[in-house]
């Protein structure tokens, strides 16, 4: 398994459109990709509800990780993305 | 061909707004527009009201207040986004009646807007109204083109 930490600084924090958007570029991916913050934790291949529900704001830290045959290259693309746009 | 399903087939969805039903396609927003949270539609509001489009509960009251996700007891998850962007307005403009957690059957006044202030800082104030769990649907028609008062099916889904 292959995680990262990060603390978003967008300061509308993970709304609808960057929920929408982290599950699209998850599904380019086999592994499991789960996204954590503080005790709520989704698993991004069930959909945009359960990211939106973490209810992650500005300066909230949270914990992404990858597991399966490709979660080298998925947890690089799901740091990429974050620092990018969040 | 298709057309003669008996009406229990399929869920019905109710409009939260009452309004001008869009396709999704048309939304100004790519978000939307490529469906990129789930198949649905939109409503063009006339009137700051929101109602809830089902039975079930508030699955989750955004803090801006600007969009409110519906876990339906068919199953459905539902995303009402009040306007494009309106994430930016920090909650400013809405009033909401319900909490997340609280159960609501349909119909009941769930949140309000003012429509004219939210233009007049400059905002579409269109409705999309989506299944965020498209995937749990074998179809999902939405209902477009038309005028429709709040409860009006707008999304017919079938399992």
Do not use: W
Not at chain 2, 29 to 47: C, I, N, Q, W
């Amino acid at each position: 398994m292959k995680s990262f930490k990060y603390v978003v600084k967008d300061e509308l924090g993970i709304h609808a459109r960057p929920a929408g958007q982290i599950v699209k570029e998850a599904k380019n991916f086999e592994s499991a990709i789960t996204v954590a913050c503080g005790a709520k934790k989704t698993v991004l291949s069930k959909g945009v509800m359960g990211v939106m529900m973490l209810g992650v704001k500005q300066g909230a830290e949270v914990e992404v990780s990858a597991e399966g045959a490709d979660e080298d290259a998925a947890i690089e693309a799901m740091q990429a993305f974050f620092e990018s746009n969040l | 061909m298709f057309g003669f399903f008996k009406k229990n087939d399929f869920i019905e969805i109710g409009a939260p707004v009452s309004g001008e039903t869009v396709a999704s396609s048309e939304i100004a927003d790519p978000t939307f527009a490529e469906e990129m949270l789930g198949k649905g539609m939109a409503v063009r509001p006339v009137e700051g009201k929101v109602y809830a489009p089902v039975d079930g509960s508030i699955a989750l009251l955004f803090d801006t207040n600007h969009a409110i996700t519906f876990e339906a007891e068919c199953g459905a998850e539902i995303l009402v986004h009040i306007g494009l962007d309106t994430v930016s307005l920090k909650g400013q403009h809405y009033t909401p009646h319900v909490s997340t957690g609280d159960k609501v059957k349909k119909g009941d006044l769930v949140l309000e807007f003012d429509m004219e202030k939210i233009k007049e800082a400059g905002f579409d104030t269109i409705t999309p109204v989506i299944i965020c769990n498209t995937d749990d649907f074998s179809e999902i028609v939405p209902v477009t083109g038309t005028s429709v008062k709040a409860g009006d099916t707008v999304l017919k889904l079938k399992k």
